[in-house]
């Protein structure tokens, strides 16, 4: 509560193809001047780069959901159209909140394969 956050937002493409909106939501504390970067590189690579910090533990919420109208206009798709919402709460190597992601992921653009050791 009462923490500056930066909110970033941005549609991503896979292989030239828009497949991915995502709200990115930053503890501004750990990332002054962020907004001055290039911010269409990858963030991860940005906070390493820039700020020393790598992703420690993250947690990932998934969830099928209808694409509301932010989504949906950036993905040139209908609103109401079906995706997948991954919401990602991300902490960095000393176990600090760091960020926050929304992420909502065209249906027909999502391949999920699982492999677990013995």
Known sequence: ALSSVYQIRRARRVDG????????????????GILGHDLTRSLTELYASE???????VRFDMV???LHAEAAA?????VGSPALRISRINRDQRGRLI??????????AI???????Q
């Not at 193809?17 to 002054?32: D, I, K, S, T, W």
């Open 74 to 78: 950036p993905l040139k798709v209908a």
């Open 111 to 117: 391949h999920i394969s699982v492999e677990v050791p």
């Open 64 to 66: 099928p959901t209808a």
């Open 51 to 57: 700020y020393g910090i790598h992703y420690g533990r």
């Open 17 to 32: 193809r828009l497949v991915l909106y995502v709200e990115h939501y930053l503890n501004a504390q750990y990332f002054p």
């Open 99 to 108: 960020d926050c992601d929304l992420e909502f992921w065209r249906h027909d």
